[in-house]
């Protein structure tokens, strides 16, 4: 079945630094790909999403391309804020599906 | 987008109680889904809730402890029956909603469970 798996956490870095988030999934065909965001507290919030192959989604800084050979679909941000703190989901629905599969979260810290 | 509310927000409750968790959205929606995020975990999908129909509920899910009602196409409901402290969670109501790129999911603010 499908199945979504990101790095664990929690992530700890320093304001304005590189964040790198892993993820990869196991899907057949063609699903689309989220990165939601739950900022403490708060309910979950779509942060961005690439539908086919070599997409790239972006949003408030962080981008994520759809890369179908390494079936990856990593979340980037060149230079993160202590506001940036939260938990981070990978997610994928599969082609013609409505079901959302959901990787564990990952935690991020940011330090100032 | 769609725009979920859900009441309560947060509760307490004892052990053995039972409690019913409201979700409405703004707009006639297809699809609703119930989500639970035990702490510090990921969302795991409890049933689709089915408009005129009873509720389709995922392998580990049963509706004697998670009873769903869907009386229309803008509302909702969850019971969490019986209750334990394993129950302690967020419970989460979705949509998903034809947008301008395809389907999208549009989640509710959750309703924090803490069971005693």
């Known amino acids: 079945g499908n199945s979504v798996t990101q790095m664990e956490g929690p992530v700890t870095l320093s304001e304005e630094a590189f964040l790198t988030i892993n993820c990869t999934y196991t899907?057949?065909?063609?699903?689309?790909l989220f990165w939601y965001v739950q900022y403490p507290g708060e309910g979950l919030q779509l942060l961005l999403k690439a539908t086919k192959a070599d997409d790239k989604g972006s949003n408030k800084g962080f981008e994520a391309t759809y890369r179908k050979e390494t079936t990856s679909f990593h979340l980037e941000k060149g230079s993160v804020q202590v506001s940036d703190s939260a938990v981070y989901f990978c997610?994928?629905?599969?082609?013609?599906?409505?079901?959302?599969?959901f990787g564990a979260g990952t935690r991020l810290f940011v330090k100032a | 987008s769609a725009v979920i509310s859900q009441k309560p927000s947060r509760d307490i409750c004892q052990r053995g109680t039972s409690l019913t968790i409201q979700c409405q959205v703004d707009s006639q929606v297809t699809m609703m889904f119930w989500y639970r995020q035990q702490p510090g975990q990921s969302l795991t999908l409890i049933a689709t809730a089915n408009q005129g129909s009873e509720a389709t509920y995922e392998s580990g899910f049963v509706i004697d402890k998670f009873p769903i009602s869907r009386p229309n196409l803008t509302f909702s409901t969850l019971t969490v029956s019986n209750m334990s402290p394993e129950d302690s969670s967020i419970y989460l109501c979705?949509?998903?909603?034809?947008?301008?790129?395809?389907?999208?999911?549009?989640f509710g603010p959750g309703t924090r469970l803490t069971v005693l």
């Open positions: 899907a057949t065909g063609y699903p689309s």
């Open positions: 997610a994928l629905r599969g082609t013609g599906g409505f079901k959302t599969i």
């Open positions: 979705s949509v998903n909603e034809k947008g301008a790129e395809g389907n999208e999911q549009f």
